[in-house]
């Protein structure tokens, strides 16, 4: 992947079908990946109603009056892994965890109220990679890693500009492996692509 669009958005509510239609058809028509909805006044039992063919809702907090309520949506193709995903118990805070082109990154759909509120910045702040989650991403990607990554590929398709399939390396994986990652590896130490 070499693009991912996020929008953060209040929409104010989204209660009427109309209004919910005309919102994912915006976020269509935008190429948005992943949305991260505040204020949507949905109850509970209607967050899934945010989704249609194309987008579904991945997380969401539901507060018992409607006048807040976050959901994080996601386009339906986006090719990530959720590791994880809570939220707060008020209607304020939603997250997800996910693991998205071998990245781990953590989004967040949070509303917060004009006063200030201890407790809700409390909980946003313990919403985080856990240690050993951080620590990870520095680290080397392993053989096993860029093996699976591979798997995942189209087979019929070049990752690259020079023309070689995926195809190519999965046949000569015991060959190119090792230089392949000792070159990704490289190019991550000095920054450069």
Known sequence: MTSLSVLSWNVQGINRITKRTACLEYIDSKKIDIALIQESHLNKESVNNFSNSKYEE???SSANDKTKVVLIVTRRSLDMNI???GNGTEGRIGFIKVVLAN???VFV???ALADYDKRFFKILSNIKLSE???TDLGAPISL???WDSLKEMN???SPGPDGITTKVYCNFWSELGPMLLKMINKSIEKYFF
């Open 58 to 60: 991945v997380a969401s």
């Open 83 to 85: 590791i994880d995903s």
């Open 103 to 105: 990245v781990r990154i």
């Open 109 to 111: 759909s949070a509303y």
């Open 132 to 134: 050993a989650e951080a």
């Open 144 to 146: 096993k890693e860029l």
């Open 155 to 157: 087979s019929g398709k």
